[in-house]
């Protein structure tokens, strides 16, 4: 790919850049879009007796509400740490005593360079939620063993999601 990529659409959270074939590319190499974007966290909020907070989100992109972990993204210059406590409150209303930041990964590295910074949180407090005015955002708080068991059936289908539940029941007895 081509060393400056040409930025062709700036958003409040995220750009897309243009990437020519390399100098002596035959003249039938695509030209590559992709998105950068300043990074994202989520969040495994854990309450007493095993439970975990979930959302109920609406998604304009997939047309439909999703059962995911309470996220969002990066604002400049702030430290995941931080976006997980402010997107914690935001979306849920708890805010937690104790914060582990477990592996993170690439959300859809063929276009995407956007990292999800993962996050257990715990010893929560509950508190009213501060949601964006567009946001549609419901808690939905079940059983360890139900989180799981909904993954399985399929009713948890955000990537996000997926991955930190699945990770953290693998290591949760480890913490």
Same mark, same amino acid.
């Given at each position: 790919?081509?060393?400056?990529?040409?930025?062709?659409?700036?958003?409040?959270?995220?750009?897309?850049?243009?990437?020519?074939?390399?100098?002596?590319?035959?003249?039938?190499?695509?030209?590559?879009?992709?998105?950068?974007?300043?990074?994202?966290?989520?969040?495994?909020?854990?309450?007493?007796?095993?439970? !975990?907070?979930?959302?109920?989100?609406?998604?304009?992109? !997939?047309?439909?509400?999703?059962?995911?972990?309470?996220?969002?993204?990066?604002?400049?210059?702030?430290?995941?740490?931080?976006?997980?406590?402010?997107?914690?409150?935001?979306?849920?209303?708890?805010?937690?005593?104790?914060?582990?930041?477990?592996?993170?990964?690439?959300?859809?590295?063929?276009?995407?360079?956007?990292?999800?910074?993962?996050? !257990?949180?715990?010893?929560?407090?509950?508190?009213?939620?501060?949601?964006?005015?567009?946001?549609?955002?419901?808690?939905? !708080?079940?059983?360890?063993?139900?989180?799981?068991?909904?993954?399985?059936?399929?009713?948890?289908?955000?990537?996000?999601?997926?991955?930190?539940?699945?990770?953290?029941?693998?290591?949760?007895?480890?913490?």
């Amino acid at each position: 790919m081509s060393a400056d990529p040409k930025t062709v659409l700036v958003t409040a959270k995220f750009s897309v850049l243009e990437h020519q074939p390399p100098a002596g590319t035959p003249s039938s190499a695509p030209v590559r879009h992709t998105v950068e974007h300043p990074g994202a966290v989520a969040i495994i909020p854990l309450l007493e007796d095993d439970q !975990v907070c979930l959302i109920r989100n609406e998604r304009i992109a !997939v047309g439909k509400t999703l059962i995911e972990l309470p996220a969002g993204t990066l604002e400049p210059a702030e430290p995941p740490c931080k976006t997980a406590e402010r997107e914690l409150r935001e979306e849920t209303g708890y805010s937690a005593g104790h914060w582990h930041e477990l592996s993170g990964f690439f959300m859809s590295p063929g276009i995407l360079n956007e990292r999800m910074h993962l996050f !257990v949180a715990r010893d929560l407090t509950p508190g009213p939620p501060a949601r964006e005015a567009d946001e549609s955002i419901d808690n939905l !708080v079940v059983s360890w063993d139900e989180a799981i068991a909904m993954v399985l059936r399929g009713e948890i289908e955000d990537a996000k999601s997926l991955a930190g539940i699945l990770l953290w029941d693998r290591l949760r007895d480890l913490h």
